[in-house]
């Protein structure tokens, strides 16, 4: 997968523009992707996949070339802006919130995108999701014997020999042990029952997996769902939504637009979704990463 605006084009084209012409766009959509910020990328993502027109963008291409396109044109460019960004070397949490956005987004993609989304977007691109997980789950080894011998049959920390802060990364790790500790003990014994109602079980699983005081409490968050057996096929977007919500119909206005599923079901936000088919496992997995972006946009960006 080379990211080519020429071979992208051909998903949406008959007959390519000439050399000059895609020159032309291939210049413009590597300056925005260049200097995109995070709502811009969103709203990229969302005009790639789901076929929702980014006017922004659309307004920025038509000002540098300096005429109008056919709307899948614009769709195609939107794909190579997002390519172009996931390729780039992001700085801090944007590592992980890029390709999480364009994977929580990707689930729903419509049949027009596909072509398109094979050719700009890499599938490597995702595997940092899993690395950044692994790597901020994990706990130092930590030289108990120290530390528990000093504080063992101590009553206060005043009555130790320790300074606080050469042991602070210790005590840190002792916590976290602690947290992954209760975590398992809770989840060993924890079952859906027979009158439970997958797809709530599991969109609990996922709200209390980012929840939790320490949020990378789980070694690995997949295996942890695919630990329940909930049996049964799969249902519509739509029936899953009147199972979640029942005969509440007050709307929240502050789920993230890129959280489609959440958006679809709390929002009532993108309808074109309403027959798309997921299973409990793949439900709850899917509600989770969108959680999992909300928390992290939020930290870092508001």
């Not at 084009?9 to 995070?38: H, M, Q, R, W």
């Not at 989840?187 to 980012?210: E, G, H, P, R, W």
Request: hydrophobic share 40%; glycine share 4%; aromatic share 12%.
């Amino acid at each position: 997968m080379n990211n080519n605006l020429t071979d992208i084009l051909t998903e949406v084209l008959v007959f390519p523009y000439d050399e000059s012409a895609i020159g032309n766009l291939t210049e413009v959509c590597k300056t925005y992707a260049e200097e995109i910020s995070l709502a811009q990328y969103e709203a990229c993502v969302l005009h790639l996949c789901l076929g929702i027109p980014d006017a922004s963008f659309i307004q920025a291409v038509n000002q540098v070339t300096g005429r109008t396109y056919p709307a899948q044109v614009y769709r195609a460019l939107a794909g190579h802006v997002v390519g172009l960004a996931l390729s780039a070397d992001q700085e801090g949490v944007d590592k992980i919130l890029y390709p999480l956005a364009m994977r929580n987004v990707l689930k729903c993609h419509q049949p027009g995108s596909a072509g398109i989304i094979n050719k700009c977007i890499d599938s490597s691109s995702f595997d940092i999701i899993e690395d950044y997980w692994r790597k901020s789950a994990e706990i130092p080894a930590i030289e108990p014997s120290a530390l528990l011998t000093e504080l063992y049959d101590k009553d206060s920390w005043a009555e130790s020999s320790l300074e606080i802060e050469e042991q602070f990364e210790d005590i840190k790790s002792l916590a976290k042990y602690y947290c992954r500790t209760q975590f398992e003990r809770d989840y060993s014994v924890k079952t859906i029952q027979a009158d439970q109602d997958a797809y709530v079980f599991m969109n609990d699983v996922a709200s209390d997996l980012t929840s939790r005081d320490w949020l990378y409490v789980a070694e690995d968050p997949v295996k942890v769902f695919k630990k329940f057996k909930t049996g049964g096929g799969a249902a519509t977007l739509s029936t899953i939504k009147s199972r979640l919500r029942g005969d509440n119909d007050i709307i929240e206005t502050n789920i993230d637009r890129i959280s489609v599923y959440r958006r679809f079901i709390y929002s009532n936000d993108y309808q074109e979704v309403c027959q798309n088919r997921v299973s409990p496992l793949y439900f709850g997995i899917a509600v989770f990463y969108e959680l999992l972006y909300e928390f992290l946009k939020s930290e870092n960006y508001e």
